[in-house]
């Protein structure tokens, strides 16, 4: 393979990973995970493939009780290194994971693939399944600071799910992220195949390709694309087609003094100039020719 198809391929990727990681970003993903987060108290984190982190849903931070342990106890590169670690080991199984971190609470990360692609990850927790921290970190926390009791407050407030309820909980995690994936492929590829046809009748509006022309185009059929630009685009095909070469039209008349209407029609593929007149009119509400008084 020479160069230029590695780059190529790079490229191609690269692409790829930038449209996965807007659906991981997308809004409707993000709302739908936030909504899991107010029902069951979590802190839901999006992650890069680098497994660099890139937002946090609803800008929420951790838990005070891991803040306290982080900052006073063990330090953050205990919990950094489990976070990679299990970051590391959620991409290679390709499936959801769940561990329990040093303070004893419980984390769960989904790695997402999308078209067989690597997107990133999201990371839902802390959740607390017991009714009070590990005895190691409890004696630790009482012989440097003799008292427990502002670590007992602090964990107390950590969201629990009974050890019983953990599995549904995850599941119903897993479910969703998956779902809203599946969701936001659907939406890109909606973009692609739009974006795909526009460009097609934007670079010869004289001959502009017909529905079963563009659904040949995309790959896809004649319904599936008159979905797409009504979902997309609020049109039909057709008026979108019809709109983008009498904005066309419009360009050559303003820009052009001397222009007839009849050469404007004739530009963008109408041989009538009486009939494009009609048209004209009835999408925009005025006649070509009010252009030309202009």
Request: proline share 3%; with cysteine; glycine share 6%.
């Amino acid at each position: 393979m020479d160069f230029y198809a590695i780059l190529g391929n790079i490229i191609s990727m690269a692409s790829k990973q930038m449209q996965n990681l807007k659906v991981l970003l997308n809004e409707n993903v993000q709302t739908a995970l936030d909504n899991f987060s107010a029902c069951f108290g979590a802190r839901i984190a999006y992650f890069a493939t680098d497994m660099r982190e890139l937002k946090v849903g609803q800008k929420k931070q951790m838990c005070r009780y891991c803040a306290l342990i982080r900052s006073k106890l063990i330090g953050n590169g205990l919990c950094i290194e489990l976070d990679r670690k299990k970051l590391k080991e959620a991409s290679e199984r390709r499936t959801l994971i769940s561990y329990t971190c040093h303070g004893g609470l419980v984390e769960a990360i989904y790695p997402v693939y999308l078209d067989n692609v690597f997107a990133g990850f999201v990371m839902a927790g802390q959740f607390r399944t017991a009714s009070s921290p590990p005895k190691n970190i409890t004696d630790e926390w009482k012989e440097k600071y003799k008292n427990d009791s502002k670590l007992l407050d602090a964990f107390s407030e950590v969201s629990e799910i009974s050890s019983s309820k953990l599995p549904n909980m995850l599941g119903l995690f897993s479910m969703l992220v998956r779902s809203i994936a599946k969701e936001g492929i659907a939406a890109i590829q909606g973009d692609l195949v739009v974006e795909k046809i526009l460009h097609r009748i934007r670079s010869d509006l004289e001959n502009p390709p017909t529905l079963s022309e563009a659904a040949g185009i995309a790959g896809r059929s004649k319904s599936s694309v008159s979905h797409i630009f009504q979902s997309k685009l609020g049109k039909s095909f057709k008026s979108c087609v019809i709109d983008m070469r009498l904005t066309r039209a419009e360009e050559i008349l303003r820009n052009n003094p001397g222009t007839t209407v009849k050469e404007a029609a004739s530009k963008v593929g109408f041989g009538d100039e009486f009939y494009f007149s009609r048209i004209f009119k009835k999408y925009r509400g005025f006649p070509p020719s009010k252009l030309i008084n202009q």
